[in-house]
Each structure stands twice: as C-alpha cells, then as structure tokens.
T-cell receptor
C-alpha cells in the first residue's frame, strides 16, 4: 500500500465546475504539498500546509492532520487548469532533514 | 520560471553508458534535491545535498551518485544505464535543509535509454 493515496486518478470536468481532489496518507508528516505538473512536464508548487486551510486565487487547499487527509479544491475551473495534480507529504528523514513522498497524481482535464 | 536550471533538457543514450545531469539552484538556495519520475513509479526522491554535503538518501540506486559543488550547483551521475532508467529527472532547491519552505523545481531532464 502506498503511503500517499490520491483520488480520483483521472478527472474530467466541464469548464466552470467545482473540482475536488483528495489525498490520504498513512505516515506522520510535518507538512503536505500540492504540486501541479503541466503537460510539458514542469512542476510548480501550489501549496505547502501543515494545518487548516490556504487559498490562492481559485485554488483552496485544506488539511486534517487527525484524519491524515487533505483536499485540493478548484473553483470555477478553466481549461488552463488541465494538468496533473500531485500530493506530496514531508516526512522527517533524520539529521534535521526532510524528504517528500509523492502520490501518483490526479490527471485533470477541463473541457470548454 | 522557478529560477532553478537543469541541463540538458533531453538526453538520449544507450544501455551501459554513463551520463551526468546538471542542476543550478536558485540564487542563495543551499539545498538541492534530486527526483526521478517514471511512468510506473511516479515521482521518487533520490538524494538531497545541503551546502555541499549529502543530507538524505531516498530510493537511489548504487549505480547513481550525486555531488554538490562549492558554487552550489549539483550533478547527478547515472552509470551502467538500463532501459528502466528512462525517466524525467528533476532537481529542486530551497533555502534551508529543514523548516517549512516550499521547494522550487527545475524544468527537468528527460533521459531516454535505448
């Protein structure tokens, strides 16, 4: 079983729809990242959070540490939101360092 | 543009060969992370360097090695290449070895082993 599970694996939405991507993890973490990877391959960090909720434009990320669960929401989705969204958890790896463990990603396609 | 650069962008080579991937972190960032993204395994952490020293190791094969130089750029060396090493290799940087800073990813090097 993967330490980080994302759902759904694939998601197709109509432009304007509200989208939710879920991430569950099974290990103790210090923080959780949401990343976006566009078809060209580049990775952009969207959020890093260790509690509560963060908002950036139409994107909202929440985390529930007790339930080991995080969600990424996209309001008023747009075709340019089409990308792979990856959840990654930051785990302490010793000697004052941390490493990221990644989910498999959710491929989002937003249709005009 | 994240400020992290990687060269080359694409690399095609044959099995058994050795290649070197290069990463320059954002100005002032001391930590460099290397990741491998393959179709079947997804993104995996390989190794981290901080200010020239190895800090953490992930799923890095013995055929792979890395180093960080005094000017803070890093190189990932892959030897005795196998077909399964074909993947996207990313590096990322952030200012400190620990703490709650996000990582900034480079554009990646796409390695194809034929």
């Amino acid at each position: 079983k993967n330490e980080v599970e994302q759902s759904p694996q694939n998601l197709t939405a109509q432009e304007g729809e509200f989208i939710t991507i879920n991430c569950s993890y099974s290990v103790g973490i210090s923080a959780l990242h949401w990343l976006q990877q566009h078809p060209g391959g580049g990775i952009v960090s969207l959020f890093m959070l260790s509690s509560g909720k963060k908002k950036h434009g139409r994107l909202i990320a929440t985390i529930n540490i007790q339930e080991k669960h995080s969600s990424l929401h996209i309001t008023a989705s747009h075709p340019r939101d089409s990308a792979v969204y990856i959840c990654a958890v930051r785990v302490y790896s010793g000697a004052g360092s941390y490493q990221l463990t990644f989910g498999k990603g959710t491929k989002l396609s937003v249709i005009p | 543009d994240s400020g992290v650069t990687q060269t080359p962008k694409h690399l095609i080579t044959a099995t058994g060969q050795r290649v070197t991937l290069r990463c320059s972190p954002r100005s002032g960032d001391l930590s460099v992370y290397w990741y491998q993204q393959s179709l079947d395994q997804g993104l995996q952490f390989l190794i981290q360097y901080y200010n020239g020293e190895e800090r953490a190791k992930g799923n890095i094969l013995e055929r792979f090695s890395a180093q960080q130089f005094p000017d803070l750029h890093s190189e990932l060396n892959l030897s005795s290449l196998e077909l399964g090493d074909s993947a996207l290799y990313f590096c990322a940087s952030h200012p400190r070895t620990s703490g709650y800073n996000e990582q900034f990813f480079g554009p990646g090097t796409r390695l194809t082993v034929l």
